[in-house]
């Protein structure tokens, strides 16, 4: 039975078009944003809302992620993310993610056992791998072989069997390290290098990613650590694009494998999930701190494409509490990697300091995102700028699959459907207006 939303007691809303005037309920939210409710505005109206990348649009009720944006919280099912990054780990957070509490040692062992059962891949995507071209970027093998899962896994493809589908999100979750750790092996001409289920995740990780047949990695607590809590912190965020992008492509009822998949090229963008990569690569273009005032103006400058890389978010109009705890992190790992003065490190430092100081970036609340400091880590972690983004992704499979499930659950659910406001020609007769271009 569908539930019904609590609506507001004493805040009502009326929109007015041409003297009628139409009531909009008002919903309750535990934290955050109230909503209005405008589902029947167009049936009602003949009206539709506009709002290009959806900067007022509530798509979804979620109980997963809350995030305020003006203070720079970020909670997963109701728990600080700083809290989790210390006390809790990625497998743990995933649990939490997907069914809504923290598990009991008896329930996370089991987890942990059913995770691990799921990390190896179908021999078969070895000889996929091999159809992909060595100097493709890791993402895009990501892309192929997440949706190509589903090829595999055909009895986890109901989405109607709930069995079927917790096995899914678990293959989902496990498979993804693995895959991207082929595609970095495949990436640099390496032999695959199978995951050894007494790792954790984060461990196995570097493990598939770092050792080979001619020398063992040995995997250092510090480094495993902060591998940890970048796949906590990355873990969910919310309706943000390919999180939203999982949910649109779900809502028609596709299997889970392909609306991941879906999720991963939404991910890739260097507005996205990219912006690690994008972050580290302006930092080098960068080169010297000489050079940062030269760079500011630039991303002030409206003629100037160039945007600073790892600053600014939709949500955030303050610091990004991820990016707090991985500038720490960041810190910690490139002492222990034995980089006294990294100067890329210190660039970014400067660089923080004087954009923060500077009006523009003031004004428009712009603050340093979880991009900006991640890549240091990453990179001083020993993996080249392509892979920052498939790690992202490998830590998104929890987000993602969480929120689909929900979605999935969800019993007013339907398939997403936005509509446009037509601007386009009307009633034009065949032949007519025909192009003179001679390029299109
Ligand atoms: N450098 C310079 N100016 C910026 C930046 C930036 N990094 N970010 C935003 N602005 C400016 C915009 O030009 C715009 O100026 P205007 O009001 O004069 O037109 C204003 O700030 C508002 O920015 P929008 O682009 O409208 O903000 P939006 O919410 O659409 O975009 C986004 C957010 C895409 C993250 C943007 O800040 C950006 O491109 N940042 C750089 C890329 C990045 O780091 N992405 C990672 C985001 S976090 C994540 O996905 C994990």
Request: one cysteine or more; aromatic letters at 10%; proline letters at 4%.
């Amino acid at each position: 039975m569908v539930k019904k939303k609590k609506k507001s007691q004493n805040l009502k809303a009326e929109l007015k078009i041409n003297n009628k005037t139409y009531s909009l309920p008002i919903y309750d939210s535990t934290a955050g944003e109230k909503v209005l409710d405008i589902s029947k505005l167009h049936q009602e109206s003949n009206y539709f809302t506009y709002d290009p990348g959806f900067s007022s649009t509530a798509s979804c009720e979620s109980k997963i992620t809350f995030i305020d944006g003006n203070k720079g919280i970020l909670k997963y099912r109701g728990y600080d993310v700083a809290e989790l990054a210390t006390k809790s780990d990625f497998i743990e957070v995933t649990n939490l993610l997907i069914y809504g509490d923290l598990p009991n040692k008896a329930q996370l062992n089991k987890y942990r056992k059913l995770i691990a059962r799921h990390t190896l891949l179908h021999d078969q995507i070895v000889n996929f791998f091999q159809g992909f071209r060595r100097d493709a970027h890791p993402m895009a093998m990501m892309v192929g072989v997440m949706g190509a899962l589903s090829s595999f896994y055909q009895d986890s493809l109901d989405i109607n069997d709930p069995h079927q589908r917790q096995e899914a999100t678990r293959r989902i979750i496990a498979k993804a390290a693995t895959i991207g750790a082929m595609a970095y092996k495949y990436s640099i001409g390496q032999a695959f290098v199978s995951p050894k289920n007494n790792l954790n995740y984060a461990e196995n990780f570097l493990h598939m990613c770092f050792s080979h047949s001619a020398e063992k990695y040995k995997i250092s607590p510090v480094l495993a650590k902060a591998m940890d809590v970048i796949f906590i912190l990355h873990a969910d965020h919310e309706q943000n694009a390919s999180t939203s992008t999982v949910r649109l492509a779900g809502s028609s009822g596709a299997n889970p494998f392909a609306c991941i998949a879906a999720g991963v090229a939404s991910l890739w963008g260097p507005a996205h999930g990219g912006a690690n990569q994008a972050a580290l690569e302006m930092l080098e273009e960068i080169g010297d701190t000489k050079n940062i005032k030269k760079y500011i103006s630039k991303a002030k400058d409206k003629e100037d494409k160039f945007k600073l890389m790892g600053f600014g978010h939709r949500v955030y109009k303050n610091y990004d509490p991820r990016a707090k705890i991985l500038k720490q992190v960041c810190s910690k790992v490139l002492k222990h990697v034995g980089i006294k003065n990294d100067p890329i490190l210190k660039l970014a430092i400067e660089l923080e300091k004087i954009a923060l100081k500077d009006n523009y970036f003031k004004e428009k609340k712009l603050y340093p995102n979880v991009d900006f400091y991640s890549g240091i880590i990453l990179r001083a972690i020993g993996f080249p700028p392509e892979m920052f983004t498939v790690i992202f992704a490998i830590a998104r499979t929890a987000g993602w699959t969480a929120q689909w499930t929900e979605m999935t659950e969800d019993p007013i659910q339907k398939i997403g459907r936005p509509r446009q406001l037509y601007t386009g020609k009307v009633k034009l007769k065949y032949g007519q207006n025909r192009s003179t271009k001679n390029t299109r």
